[in-house]
């Protein structure tokens, strides 16, 4: 065998590079279609491969410390996506639809329900 640490680094570099590859690629396709230029002003090009790359740094670990729980791929795969769905879409869908039907006249305060549904997905 290969060193705990000299194994992970190498499968880390690995993904990144191939995650960066697809994301490149995905950046270049959305400047190529940019009608509005959000891409061209601000440097709105540079902002969001600064955040793919911060996503990659962040998803990539996280996807790691998440596969040890599980005993297949598969089934970790599904609990990333469906947290992702959750944290991601149903949280911050419920957020706003709560936020949208209080009325100050209701006895439940669904904006403060709103606020902790948020405040709490903010911090999954």
Do not use: H, Q
């Amino acid at each position: 065998g290969v060193k705990p640490s000299i194994f992970w680094i190498s499968n880390f570099l690995w993904d990144f590079l191939v995650y960066m590859i697809v994301s490149l690629t995905i950046l270049i396709i959305l400047y190529g279609c940019d009608k509005r230029n959000t891409f061209s002003y601000n440097n709105g090009f540079g902002t969001m491969l600064l955040l793919l790359v911060l996503l990659g740094l962040a998803g990539i670990p996280w996807s790691y410390i998440l596969s040890f729980p599980f005993r297949t791929s598969p089934a970790a795969y599904a609990i990333m996506v469906v947290s992702t769905l959750i944290t991601g879409v149903v949280c911050p869908l419920a957020a706003y639809l709560l936020r949208k039907l209080y009325t100050p006249k209701m006895s439940t305060n669904l904006a403060e329900i709103s606020d902790i549904i948020r405040y709490t997905a903010s911090w999954l």
